[in-house]
């Protein structure tokens, strides 16, 4: 999952106090470290760790030492923005004025990325709330200069000048056009007063946004004399009530889960009126700009392009599925009436829990079985024997000075490629703790970008997990899951970092959303292939290899009702569409659902309920939930043109970083599936790639019978 700044666009700023950049090749450093020896070893208090050396502030930023320190930086960025603002208004049409704005990107983005990664993950609260308060003010900010009609002149002078145009190279002129674009949806076009509605209405869906994604985790509380005594245990008693905060979607009582579905989906009527006034703010402001609808404007430069596209896909591949997964339901159901005779009935609290007993039952996939062999540093060597094979780049670990880090558990990684030297630095805040939240997600840092003395502004990234911690008697240990997540996150950095743009506001991850999870989903289908596998999973107690019948069994249980999996995605994606799509939507967003979910899904809609409430991916992925299914197409398309046969090529892994991952946001992004693909897939053909994905191995049952 990506996280991260959403702003002057895809913004990022200099003056901040951060380490130089390199020039274009660095060398190795004698501080660094094996990787798999430091994410395996005893992590060490504080003071023994950092007793030596300076002390600076987060990441490197000398004002980060203390929360106070976010407002000098803001001071700094905004100071640094206007003089740039002024410098973009006063230049000739040139190449100069691209650069110009591409710092400016850079001075807000450099506040604003940051300080929207410490706003939720730093253990101290004033430092969350000093981060929270910086990127709300950015934000302002960045609305502001999205309407501002001086600045925007500049870039139309440049764009209109058809012979300075001309002269632009091809990134030079996708980044200004990307930069026109973003004053475009904000409505620059319009008059006064209109383009401040749209700055306030922006300043509205920003708001909104926060407010719902707080509501969607909030838990709900009934009092306990409602529930049967003898279920009681399962929940979280405070007094006279029962807090419920999740779905327990694993349990296996089948009340349990009835009840916490039905109590944690009951509909808030604050958490209701929030979304509908996020959903109508959105629709005005896609209006007011110019579009039919909000998700028209959400999806200009994506592959999709249009939500007629998305709709199509979506509608084919629900239909592609529509047998599967009745099957899928049947099965299910089958194992429902096998072990509760008296209440058959299959059910949405149902599908996840029915589903993994189905897998565990077929494969033998209990997960205490598989965690041995997947110590967090031998996936960490696996990674780093993987990327060194495809693409001459080594994970090399970094003592971090005292104050650079949050939590005294984060590793830093330096990433070196074996001929152009260092890269960019990911930090790895991979292990629980409390108030850190429960995701797996990648947060851009500080984006890379060519600077005006010729050195290269090096990209930092956060990977953030949840994983446990090592024990006194062994290291930390993943299950099969856990380890697909770590591969999927350190696809999204390996975009990142070799997402080498000239330009910071279309640098590595800065892409359309669409294409952004491609890398990521990539990884998965690496995790699950027995020769990669094979590199790195030793049992960590006697050093044996994890049995490849084990690999197959796992693999091939993900297919064990995957098409209702895949079904659910759908629904999803397609209730996301039809809520930024035509407005007055007509009828409420449960009535919307109850409807979508009966067509779309298939299990029955339970009355009082209102999934949507806690469908916190509207504020992130808004208009754009499909996103994850048309990603898995294109990834799936690329393993089995280019890596199944050798997941080690290295001339495959050459050509995926210059067509896929080299560019970031800088090309468009059919293009660059174009130039691996060496086609341009239809939307069959994205349908074809993920079904064929659901088909079952056969040799897995001959392996396994014989």
């Known amino acids: 999952m990506l996280a991260g700044w959403r702003g002057v666009a895809r913004t990022a700023v200099s003056g901040l106090g951060w380490a130089s950049g390199c020039s274009a090749k660095r060398r190795v450093s004698t501080s660094w470290f094996p990787v798999g020896a430091a994410f395996n070893a005893q992590h060490q208090p504080q003071h023994h760790r950092w007793e030596l050396g300076k002390k600076t502030g987060l990441f490197g930023v000398p004002e980060l030492s203390c929360p106070e320190g976010f407002q000098e930086a803001q001071a700094k960025s905004l100071q640094e923005t206007e003089r740039l ?3 973009a208004c006063a230049a000739s049409p040139g190449p100069e004025i691209v650069m110009i704005f591409d710092q400016l990107s850079d001075s807000l983005c450099r506040v604003a990325d940051l300080a929207d990664f410490v706003k939720i993950a730093h253990p101290n609260l004033a430092f969350r709330e000093a981060a929270e308060d910086a990127c709300r003010n950015i934000g302002t900010v960045v609305e502001k200069l999205n309407t501002d009609v001086d600045l925007c002149q500049s870039l139309r002078n440049l764009l209109a000048d058809k012979e300075v145009l001309a002269s632009l190279d091809p990134d030079t002129r996708r980044v200004a056009e990307l930069f026109m674009f973003d004053f475009e949806i904000s409505g620059i076009h319009l008059d006064e007063e209109k383009r401040k509605k749209a700055v306030n209405l922006n300043v509205k869906i920003l708001d909104l946004c926060n407010e719902f994604l ?3 985790h909030l838990p709900n509380r009934v009092d306990k004399h409602v529930l049967p005594e003898h279920i009681r245990h399962n929940f979280a008693v405070e007094g006279n009530y029962v807090q419920i905060s999740g779905l327990n979607a694993d349990s296996p009582d089948d009340l349990v889960r009835e009840v916490a579905y039905k109590v944690f989906l009951f509909p808030n009527a604050q958490q209701l009126h929030c979304l509908e006034e996020l959903l109508t703010s959105r629709n005005l402001l896609g209006q007011l700009v110019g579009y039919d609808t909000f998700a028209h404007r959400a999806l200009q430069g994506t592959m999709a392009k249009t939500p007629e596209k998305v709709m199509q896909f979506l509608v084919k591949l629900s239909d592609k599925l529509f047998q599967r997964t009745l099957d899928d339901f049947e099965m299910m159901n089958g194992m429902k009436m096998k072990l509760n005779p008296m209440k058959s009935e299959l059910m949405p609290w149902d599908h996840p829990y029915y589903s993994g007993v189905l897998r565990a039952e077929r494969y033998n996939i209990e997960p205490s079985l598989y965690c041995p062999f997947f110590s967090l540093g031998a996936c960490m060597e696996g990674l780093n024997m993987l990327f060194s094979k495809l693409l001459g780049i080594s994970l090399y670990a970094e003592q971090p000075e005292k104050g650079e880090v949050w939590s005294e558990d984060v590793r830093k990684l330096a990433v070196v490629h074996e001929q152009e030297g260092l890269l960019g630095y990911i930090y790895c805040d991979f292990f629980q703790r409390p108030d850190k939240p429960h995701q797996d997600c990648h947060f851009t840092i500080r984006g890379g970008r060519l600077k005006e003395n010729g050195e290269y502004q090096l990209p930092v990234v956060v990977l953030m997990l ?6 006194r008697g062994s290291p930390t240990l993943l299950t099969p899951g856990m380890m697909e997540n770590l591969f999927h996150e350190m696809g999204h950095a390996m975009h990142s970092m070799l997402g080498r743009t000239r330009y910071q506001h279309v640098t590595g991850t800065r892409c359309s959303t669409d294409f952004a999870e491609v890398p990521s989903i990539l990884m998965e289908y690496f995790a699950n292939d027995y020769r990669v596998v094979n590199q790195f999973a030793r049992h960590y107690e006697t050093g044996q290899p994890l049995p490849k019948h084990m690999v197959s069994r796992l693999c091939e249980s993900k297919k064990v009702c995957a098409a209702a999996d895949m079904q659910l995605q759908v629904f999803y994606a397609v209730l996301d569409q039809i809520y930024h799509g035509k407005h ?8 919307i659902l109850k409807e979508t979910q009966e067509k779309f899904y298939g299990l029955p809609y339970v009355p ?3 999934w949507q409430l806690r469908f916190s991916h509207l504020v992130g992925y808004g208009a754009k939930y499909y996103s994850y299914l048309m990603s898995r197409a294109v990834a799936s398309m690329v393993w ?3 890596f199944v046969q050798d997941p080690f090529n290295r001339a495959m892994g050459e050509r995926y970083r210059r067509e896929m991952l080299a560019h970031g946001g800088g090309k468009e992004p059919m293009l660059m599936v174009q130039g691996m ?14 079904v064929s994905d659901l088909d079952q ?4 049952f001959f392996m396994d019978s014989e």
């Open 214 to 216: 707080m509501g969607s």
């Open 608 to 610: 009082n309920t209102a």
């Open 584 to 591: 007055p939507l007509g009828k409420s967003t449960t009535d």
């Open 466 to 471: 949840s994983l446990p911690h090592s024990t």
């Open 697 to 700: 191995d056969f040799e897995t």
């Open 640 to 642: 089995r043109q280019c």
């Open 85 to 87: 603002v002024k410098r």
């Open 677 to 690: 693909l060496q086609k341009t897939p239809s939307v069959d053909d994205f349908v074809d790639a993920l």
